[in-house]
């Protein structure tokens, strides 16, 4: 079955970049669907990021969008998000997704990674 | 841009029926997706295209849309179905999707 694993660090300084990676197992990224990342603040609700489809098209939330960087490693299997210029406002759990494109949700999810940012 | 509004929380006896709503201006337009999520975890599917159920899910769990209103509907609550339940569509207009704020199921 389709599984995913976020990656990155677990703390980022206010200003710097996030950088997040999210591996896929049991199915070929290069395939087909979007390759999305949803955050989660702590003790709110979801936020939808972005996501990155047939490699090279991305589709991303208006309100982060100037900050969004979204890529693909089909080598290895992997996508990735940078999210600049961060602030406190940024802290979450961010998850990595598939997106089914036909109706747009999300299945399966990744675990789950905690991002802070803090100085 | 477009909203989806939950209630914060619902109360339910175990063995009772359990009613979460999703409002949206003529949500019956869009194609309403519903994720459970217990503490601590991922959010999992749990309803796709308003009423469908992926493999794995469990009857007691359906969902409906009409007007301006999707109900995720939970028949004979368990102890275990206490989680947050979140609503979801896609905006076409500005090709982003949208999640409502999300419901807490309290089992009594």
């Known amino acids: 079955q389709v599984e995913l694993r976020e990656s990155g660090p677990g703390l980022v300084k206010p200003s710097e970049t996030l950088s997040l990676t999210c591996t896929v197992s049991?199915?070929?990224?290069?395939?087909?669907?979007?390759w999305d990342w949803i955050r989660q603040p702590p003790g709110k609700g979801l936020e939808w990021i972005g996501g990155i489809y047939q490699s090279v098209n991305t589709h991303s939330n208006p309100s982060l969008r100037s900050r969004v960087t979204l890529s693909v490693d089909t080598s290895k299997n992997q996508f990735s998000l940078n999210l600049s210029s961060v602030t406190a406002a940024d802290t979450a759990v961010y998850y990595c997704?598939?997106?089914?494109?036909?109706?747009?949700?999300?299945?399966?999810w990744g675990q789950g990674t905690l991002v802070t940012v803090s100085s | 841009s477009y909203v989806l509004t939950q209630p914060p929380s619902v109360s339910v006896a175990p063995g009772k029926t359990a009613r979460i709503t999703c409002g949206g201006d003529?949500?019956?337009?869009?194609?309403v997706h519903w994720y459970q999520q217990k503490p601590g975890q991922a959010p999992i599917l749990l309803i796709y295209?308003?009423?469908d159920r992926p493999s794995g899910i469990p009857a007691r769990f359906s969902g409906s849309n009409s007007g301006n209103t999707a109900t995720l509907t939970i028949s004979r609550v368990e102890a275990g179905d206490e989680a947050d339940y979140y609503c979801?569509?896609?905006?076409?207009?500005?090709?982003?999707?949208?999640f409502g704020g999300g419901t807490k199921l309290t089992v009594l």
């Open positions: 997704a598939r997106h089914f494109l036909t109706g747009n949700w999300f299945d399966p």
């Open positions: 049991g199915y070929s990224i290069s395939s087909g669907y979007s």
């Open positions: 295209y308003d009423s």
């Open positions: 003529s949500i019956e337009d869009k194609s």
């Open positions: 979801q569509v896609w905006d076409n207009n500005i090709d982003h999707s949208i």
